[in-house]
């Protein structure tokens, strides 16, 4: 297994425009997270799936925010009418269930919105 | 609420030198606690982890790090730093039962050679 992988590794966009990332978890984890992580801070939670179930979701995922993982294994986010304050680095983690198994973290999407 | 502090934004160490990273944390009881390092431009690679039990956990690459309850410290340290080293290292909490964690804002490591 190669780990998490996320696509495209970089995204540059106009604001307005709409961009979606992909994230293929470790094969047998059914646990599956993003995060955001903007300059200068930690990763901060936006949502996690347990198979295709959307369990939980931050209050900084906004309505322009959205996220999927339609059969359990990979897993879409869409951000409609990006603005500036969008510009991050978009990260994936994956885990299997249980209270106490580790995330592991796909290598990130950058966005830049121009 | 949960919270992750790191209180060192950079740290330089020559070579060599020992090396201690300081992470606080605020929860109600016992949460679990996670070191990570990020390399410029790449995600975060799990260094170790306490869930439970033995207060002195042991990592990858000579890391361990130390659960204090008393403190609500969980600090990172390494006897000998390597120039590969160099890389910003972010201390995380996650709350039993739930499955988010709550990340500190990082210390960066520099390395003289």
């Known amino acids: 297994d190669t780990g998490v992988s996320q696509n495209p590794r970089h995204k540059i966009t106009k604001r307005g425009q709409n961009v979606t990332f992909r994230c293929d978890p470790i094969?047998?984890?059914?646990?599956l997270y993003w995060y955001r992580q903007t300059l200068g801070q930690g990763p901060e939670f936006l949502t996690y799936?347990?198979?295709?179930?959307?369990?939980?979701k931050s209050r900084l995922l906004s309505d322009r925010f959205s996220a999927e993982r339609p059969k359990g294994s990979f897993s879409t986010l869409e951000i409609q009418r990006t603005e500036q304050g969008d510009s991050a680095m978009y990260l994936c983690?994956?885990?299997?269930?249980?209270?106490?198994?580790?995330?592991?973290f796909g290598p990130g999407t950058r966005l830049t919105v121009t | 609420a949960q919270s992750v502090t790191q209180p060192d934004i950079h740290i330089t160490v020559s070579e060599g030198a020992s090396l201690e990273l300081r992470c606080n944390y605020s929860y109600g009881a016992t949460p679990y606690l996670f070191w990570y390092v990020q390399s410029p431009g790449q995600g975060l690679q799990l260094l170790l982890k306490y869930f439970s039990g033995d207060t002195l956990v042991q990592g990858i690459k000579g890391f361990e790090a130390e659960f204090k309850r008393s403190q609500s410290s969980f600090n990172l340290r390494k006897p000998s730093v390597h120039w590969s080293d160099a890389a910003e290292y972010f201390c995380?909490?996650?709350?039993?039962?739930?499955?988010?964690?709550?990340f500190g804002t990082g210390t960066r490591l520099k390395v003289l050679a």
């Open positions: 799936f347990q198979n295709e179930a959307q369990l939980e």
């Open positions: 983690a994956s885990s299997l269930a249980g209270g106490r198994a580790e995330q592991y």
């Open positions: 995380a909490v996650g709350a039993q039962g739930t499955y988010k964690y709550i």
């Open positions: 094969s047998e984890h059914n646990r």
